[in-house]
C-alpha cells in the first residue's frame, strides 16, 4: 500500500506540475464563466429593454413618426362579367393596398407593363381569379396573399347569409385551445442538453487521459526507466496508482471547469431568467449516478490503456494497438447518441446499460433521460465495478510481463495467454 501511495503521489505531481495541465484548466474554467456571465452585462441581450434616457420632447417626434401611415402599394383590379356578384369594395378593404379598378383585362395588363401599378388581378369568376405581374420574384407571395384573403372574405359573407353577426364571426375564430402537458416522469427534451454536456466530458476524459496513461507506460519502457521501478515497486502499485492518478486528474480538472460554470450561473441565474435551466438545474441524484458510472467506466478504459501501453516499446506504435479499444468506447458512444435522440429506454439502450463497456454511457442516460428502477442502477454499477477489478488485476499481470519485453509490439492473445499461465 505504500508503494501506491508513493506511485499516486508522483503521478498526480506529474499532472499538477505540468503547465499546460494548470494552464488549459483554468483558461477553459474562465472561458465558462465568462459564457455565463457577459451576456447578462450587456443590456438588452436577454430581453430587457433599457430605459431611455432622452427627453420627452425626443420621444414625442418618434411617436408622431411611427404613427405616420406608411405608403400603400398600388395594385390593379378588374372584374369581368363572370364576376359581377363580387363586392369589390369588401375585397379592397379586406386587402389594404392603393387599388386602381381597371374596366377590362387587356388595360390591367397594359397598366403592369407601363410600370403605373406594381401588379394587377382579374375577378373572372368569384373563385377564378388571374395575378398579373411583370416579373414573378422566387419569394412572391401576393397572389397567394390576395386568394386567401379573399378566401376569407367569403367564408364571413357565407356565415352572414347563415345569420351570424360580424361579432359572432369573429368570436367564433378567437377561439383558442390551450394544451398543458404533465410530465410524470421524465422530460427527455428538457434533460436532453445537460445529458449531451456530461456524456462529452466522459468521453474526452477517456480519449484523453486513456492515451496519456498508455503513453506515459510506453515512454518509460523506452527510457529503460520501468526496469528500475518494477524492481522496486510492485506492477499492481505501479499500474493502479497511475490510472488513479489519472482519473484523480481529471475528475479535478472536470470538477474545476464545470464548477466554474455551475458558480457563475448561480450568481446571474436572475439576470438569465432561468434561460439556462436546462443546462445548469441538473437533479441531485442524476449528479449521484452519473458521477459514480463515469468515474467507474474511466478506471475500466484506463485499465485496458495501460496495459495496452506496455504491450508497446514505441509511442508511434500507441495508436495502432489501442484502436480497438478506441472503436469499442466509440461504438458505445454512438449507442449513446442514438438512445439520447430517439428512446432512452429502448432494448438496445437497456440492453448496454448492463455491458461494462458500454453502461458507463447508457444507464446514465436512462436515469437521466427516463425512469429506471433502483436495482437496475445497482446491477449495472455492481457488474461496472466488478470489470474494473478484473480489468485491474488483468491490467497489473499483462504489464508486468509487457514492460519487460521489447521489440516489435506484443499482440494482446500472447500477452493474456504468458500473464495467465502458472509458469
Not at 519502457?221 to 481529471?250: F, H, Q, Y
Request: proline share 3%; with cysteine; net charge negative.
Amino acid at each position: 500500500m505504500k508503494q501506491f501511495f508513493i506511485v499516486l503521489k508522483f503521478e498526480l505531481n506529474n499532472y499538477f506540475k505540468n503547465k499546460s495541465f494548470v494552464i488549459t484548466t483554468v483558461l477553459l474554467a474562465l472561458l465558462i464563466a465568462a459564457v455565463v456571465i457577459v451576456p447578462t452585462m450587456i443590456p438588452g441581450l436577454l430581453g430587457d429593454e433599457p430605459e431611455s434616457s432622452e427627453p420627452e420632447t425626443s420621444e414625442e417626434v418618434v411617436t408622431e413618426e411611427e404613427e405616420m401611415p406608411e405608403e400603400l402599394s398600388s395594385y390593379g383590379i378588374c372584374v369581368t362579367s363572370g364576376a359581377e356578384e363580387v363586392d369589390l369594395d369588401t375585397v379592397c378593404a379586406a386587402f389594404p393596398a392603393d387599388w386602381k379598378t381597371y374596366e377590362s383585362e387587356e388595360k390591367v395588363k397594359a397598366a403592369v407593363e407601363e410600370g403605373k401599378i406594381e401588379a394587377g388581378f382579374v375577378m373572372e369568376s368569384p373563385t377564378e381569379v388571374t395575378y398579373v405581374v411583370n416579373d414573378l420574384s422566387m419569394y412572391d407571395y401576393l397572389g397567394e396573399m390576395f386568394g386567401g384573403t379573399l378566401t376569407e372574405c367569403y367564408k364571413q359573407q357565407y356565415l352572414l347569409e347563415k345569420g351570424l353577426t360580424a361579432e359572432e364571426i369573429a368570436e367564433s375564430e378567437s377561439f383558442y385551445v390551450n394544451v398543458t402537458e404533465e410530465v410524470l416522469g421524465k422530460d427527455s427534451g428538457r434533460n436532453y442538453w445537460y445529458t449531451y454536456v456530461l456524456v462529452f466530458v466522459v468521453y474526452f476524459l477517456i480519449i484523453f487521459y486513456g492515451q496519456m496513461i498508455a503513453t506515459s507506460v510506453t515512454t518509460e519502457k523506452s527510457n529503460r526507466a520501468i526496469e528500475i521501478l518494477v524492481t522496486s515497486v510492485s506492477p499492481n502499485s505501479l499500474i493502479c496508482g497511475k490510472v488513479l492518478a489519472g482519473a484523480i486528474a481529471g475528475v479535478l480538472q472536470a470538477a474545476v471547469i464545470l464548477g466554474s460554470g455551475f458558480l457563475s450561473y448561480s450568481v446571474v441565474k436572475e439576470a438569465w431568467g432561468g434561460l439556462l435551466d436546462f443546462l445548469f438545474d441538473i437533479p441531485a441524484n442524476v449528479l449521484a449516478v452519473y458521477a459514480v458510472f463515469a468515474v467507474l467506466s474511466y478506471l475500466l478504459y484506463a485499465f485496458i490503456f495501460g496495459m495496452l501501453g506496455a504491450l508497446v516499446s514505441k509511442t508511434e506504435d500507441i495508436s495502432k494497438s489501442a484502436s480497438p479499444v478506441m472503436m469499442i468506447y466509440i461504438a458505445s458512444f454512438l449507442i449513446a447518441m442514438v438512445g439520447m435522440s430517439s428512446d432512452s429506454n429502448s432494448i438496445l439502450m437497456k440492453v448496454a446499460s448492463y455491458i461494462p463497456f458500454t453502461s458507463g454511457n447508457a444507464m446514465f442516460i436512462r436515469v437521466s433521460m427516463g425512469s429506471v428502477a433502483i436495482w437496475e442502477v445497482v446491477l449495472s454499477a455492481a457488474l461496472l465495478a466488478l470489470s474494473c477489478i478484473v480489468t485491474g488485476v488483468l491490467a497489473a499481470k499483462i504489464f508486468r510481463f509487457g514492460t519487460l519485453h521489447y521489440g516489435n509490439p506484443i499482440k494482446f492473445k500472447t500477452a493474456l495467454k504468458k500473464a495467465t499461465s502458472k509458469n
